[in-house]
């Protein structure tokens, strides 16, 4: 490992360290990019040259402590051959700046992900800077991360220069890079905005339970209180629905439903159906895992939403596939057929 304090002061050794301490980069990261710059450069040297160049050959390089001369060695076996060319120090400059920009990029971003990882799974905020068909790339601070198509948001408008609020969802690598993915559509996204906005929900005083969404058009979250006097859905909703109200308009108007999550399973299912009210819990099956609950016609409508939209969500919340009829007739309700199949789907709450 070289000690940058014992380099010389040439020109050539200030400016590396000037980058190391500017960019705040381990300045021997930024040596190994300029040793690995100088081999590069003598290689395609020796190519232009007409000299042939075995794939498995070995070459290091010195830097002179003294007088900041920089040789190339070519290794045989345990012998070190200088096989420096005359005037090297000026094509290994010209040739080396590219090389050990790309390398001091690397290691620039490496660091930047050094520092965003301690925030997976918290919100961050972005300026939208490009669009393709398969991504959006996000400016967050002095980096960018990736919002993938899949991650996106169904009518939510993508744009530069747009600001928005994201999950940090995860870092992914793959072979010969890593980019920090960010989401719209997790329903982590959900939990963490209410964490900013409710102190109750950040402090651990109120716990979101469970979390069903539709993203971009309803939620529906359950919340228990562990501490007692708070209200866990009027804390979540705000003073004249201030809190809730913010998070809706961080997920650009997406409906959210907030309940109060309970054990008792007959009373979690008729809140999870909420708005609509003289539910009736009739037959639990448990072998089917399904819950039979009767709703008046009045109401009908409404415990199903539209496209079945309620109902599903009410289920995934809950465990259950909920099956809802009308109270008067015993017989379901009139419904499109396209909302009757949607009903028939069957929807697991996440675990």
């Known amino acids: 490992m070289i000690d940058i304090k014992k380099l010389p002061r040439t020109e050539f050794a200030s400016a590396v360290a000037q980058v190391a301490g500017q960019r705040r980069i381990d ?9 690995n710059a100088l081999v590069a450069a003598y290689k395609k040297d020796a190519r232009e040259r007409g000299e042939e160049m075995g794939e498995d050959e070995e070459y290091d390089v010195s830097l002179d402590s003294d007088s900041g001369e920089a040789k ?3 290794i045989d076996g345990e012998k070190r051959n200088d096989v420096t060319p005359p005037g090297f120090g000026r094509i290994a400059a010209q040739t080396a700046k590219q090389v050990i920009v790309q390398k001091i990029r690397e290691a ?22 490009r669009l393709d068909p398969f991504k ?14 899949e991650e996106q948001v169904r009518g939510e408008r993508y744009e530069p220069t747009k600001k928005m609020t994201f999950l940090f969802k995860e870092i992914a690598e793959s072979e010969d890079k890593k980019e920090m993915i960010l989401s719209r559509r997790d329903p982590h996204i959900v939990e963490e905005l209410f964490k900013r906005e409710v102190p109750e929900v950040a402090l651990g005083n109120v716990v979101i339970k469970k979390i069903a969404r539709r993203p971009g058009s309803r ?10 006097g708070i209200d866990p859905v009027g ?3 705000g003073q004249n629905g201030v809190r809730v109200q913010a998070v809706m308009e961080d997920l650009e108007k997406e409906k959210i439903d907030i309940i109060p999550y309970s054990e008792n399973l007959n009373q979690f299912v008729l809140s999870a159906l909420s708005p609509a009210e003289g539910t009736k819990v009739k037959d639990v099956d448990e072998e089917e895992n399904t819950i039979l609950v009767t709703v008046p016609e009045d109401k009908l409508a409404l415990a199903i939403g539209a496209r079945g939209e309620n109902v599903k969500l009410a289920s995934e919340l809950v465990g259950y596939e909920i099956k809802v009829i009308g109270e008067e007739t015993g017989k379901k309700g009139e419904m499109e057929e396209e909302e009757k199949k949607d009903i028939e789907i069957e929807v697991k709450a996440k675990s």
């Open 27 to 35: 300045p021997n990261a930024v040596i190994e990019a300029v040793r």
């Open 72 to 74: 190339i060695f070519k």
């Open 108 to 129: 620039e971003k490496e660091s930047i992900f050094q520092e965003y990882s301690s925030k997976v799974g918290t919100l961050l905020s972005g300026t939208i800077l």
């Open 136 to 149: 959006a790339v996000v400016g967050i601070g002095k980096a960018e991360a990736i919002l993938p198509r």
């Open 219 to 228: 939620t529906k979250i359950a919340v228990e209180s562990v501490q007692s």
């Open 235 to 237: 804390s979540c909703v």
